[in-house]
């Protein structure tokens, strides 16, 4: 296996205990999944394990949580399909521009039988390069324009995400009923704050999931948002948690990627919910639990599919059900009693189908309106129509990609 130069920290910290059972990425999660785009006809015979290569373009390295989790999922899949170093090819601290294109063109110049991105802004310029090579396959992760492509060789994928946002969620409401139990704070203290990267329907799908799982436990929280527009900035990050906790949060989460916030909220002894890789290096006192993507379930799949000669959908995602996405190791120095027994509860709830994490009994928009009401009335909110049914929205069901981009009541987000 590839000897990535991370840090010890990340090291450890992409290792994460699964709270669900990892299943094969096979034929289940292929009929589950989204808008098939391409016919049996036009499967490929397969290819030999010892012929294919795999080429990957990473937005960042492995220094920061979002790439460090996807390069521990290419290590898991070039594992469990035995490919050597030299069957895969990694482009690290690629930009969201013409260099996306470039790279994805000497991927497939070095042989590369399927070649995956990984960041939103990848998405037009690998597309671009699939349409010139319709002999390669082309994944892109967190995007939506594959359905429409028109391009039977390029695909979407992502992780139900929020589900295991909504766990997080659940352990910081515990931690904030101990913090009112023991009198640090009251009930209508228990306001929560989130750095947020991008006002993206990724983000905002995210925080929203964490707060229904905090709202769960205490149902008189509220958050507040702050973007600091980029995707890893540990200096922004550090001071948007701050000014969250000056502005009276007493725990904070984050869909940002480096451990920014986590270490300010150790120096101010404020509980926080990490993103991607367990922060408990950095905020030992602090840290309760992370919210983490296992990309190797995807990987696997998709490798073993171009291997197969199998047609991929044009979207793909999956969850705890799947092994898709978990949360780290819970953390005993940070987290309130009782929480284990709570998680394992809730896991199995949304694995079975029993919990949905977006039930919209659960939360109101525009001042007090359920969410079937709003969209009943037009205007902006009857885009959603397609994805509300049986009393939930039912995020990722119209396409990989969150499309969950309302903010709720009991939720502030700065402006852009």
């Known amino acids: 296996m590839k000897k990535k130069l991370m840090s010890l920290m990340l090291v450890a910290a992409t290792s994460v205990t699964m709270l669900a059972g990892c299943q094969s990425a096979s034929a289940p999660q292929q009929e589950e999944a989204q808008g098939e785009s391409a016919t049996e006809e036009q499967a490929s015979e397969g290819l030999d394990a010892s012929n294919i290569k795999v080429g990957v373009i990473y937005i960042g390295d492995e220094n920061e949580g979002y790439t460090a989790a996807h390069m521990q999922g290419i290590d898991d899949m070039q594992a469990a399909l035995g490919l050597s170093d030299e069957q895969v090819i990694e482009k690290s601290l690629i930009p969201e521009d013409e260099s996306c294109a470039d790279a994805a063109e000497d991927l497939v110049d070095q042989g590369c039988n399927v070649v995956f991105a990984t960041s939103f802004g990848h998405e037009s310029f690998l597309m671009q390069v699939a349409g010139d090579h319709p002999e390669v396959e082309f994944a892109h992760a967190t995007g939506y ?42 009930a209508d203290q228990a306001k929560v704050g989130y750095v947020g990267a991008y006002p993206y329907a990724e983000v905002i799908s995210g925080f929203t999931s964490f707060f229904l799982g905090v709202r769960s436990q205490v149902p008189t929280a509220t958050m507040e948002v702050q973007y600091t527009n980029s995707w890893a900035d540990m200096t922004a990050e550090g001071e948007v948690a701050t000014q969250l906790i000056a502005d009276g949060c007493v ?41 983490s993507n296992n990309w190797g379930v995807y990987y696997t799949y998709a490798v073993q599919a171009v291997l197969n000669g199998e047609v991929m959908p044009a979207d793909w995602t999956a969850g705890f059900a799947d092994g898709a996405v978990a949360i780290t190791d819970l953390n005993q120095n940070a987290i309130a009693e009782g929480t284990e027994d709570v998680v394992k509860e809730t896991i199995e709830a949304i694995s079975s189908g029993k919990l949905n994490v977006f039930d919209t009994s659960t939360f109101t928009v525009d001042g007090g309106k359920t969410l079937e009401d709003a969209i009943a009335e037009g205007g902006d909110y009857a885009q959603y129509a397609q994805y509300v049914s049986d009393g939930a929205f039912h995020e990722s069901s119209v396409a990989s990609a969150p499309a969950f981009a309302m903010i709720i009541d009991g939720i502030t987000a700065n402006a852009e």
């Open 145 to 186: 324009q594959a359905a429409g492509s028109g391009l039977s060789n390029f695909h979407n994928y992502f992780d139900n995400i929020y589900e295991a946002r909504y766990v997080s969620g659940v352990v910081a409401g515990m931690k904030l009923n101990e913090m009112i139990a023991d009198g640090k704070i009251t």
């Open 251 to 291: 725990l904070i989460s984050q869909h940002a990627d480096t451990t920014g916030a986590p270490t300010a909220c150790e120096k101010a002894g404020v509980p926080c919910v990490g993103y991607n890789v367990d922060m408990t290096a950095v905020a030992p006192t602090c840290a309760l639990t992370s919210a």
